[in-house]
């Protein structure tokens, strides 16, 4: 049985916070626009709240974003 790992601290060491950081939905842990932008970078996994503007089979329109 796998166990799910709540995100504990950021990449910087920074604890995260739920409904500031990140979300639960449907048992999955999403990361808002706040966190990513944070983050500094864009990891190009299609993020629903990527403020980057990267989404997943769209190549032009991600050349264009900077991604």
Same mark, same amino acid.
């Given at each position: 049985?796998?166990?799910?790992q ?15 950081? %990140? ?5 999955? %842990? ?10 500094? %970078? ?8 990527c403020? %980057? ?15």
């Amino acid at each position: 049985m796998a166990t799910e790992q709540q995100p504990r601290e950021s990449s910087s060491g920074e604890p995260l916070l739920e409904d500031v950081d %990140y979300y639960i939905e449907n048992g999955l %842990y999403v990361f808002t626009a706040q966190y990513l932008l944070k983050r500094g %970078y864009c990891c190009q996994s299609g993020c629903r709240h990527c403020p %980057y503007g990267f989404r997943i089979g769209n190549a032009e329109q991600n050349e264009k974003g900077g991604c």
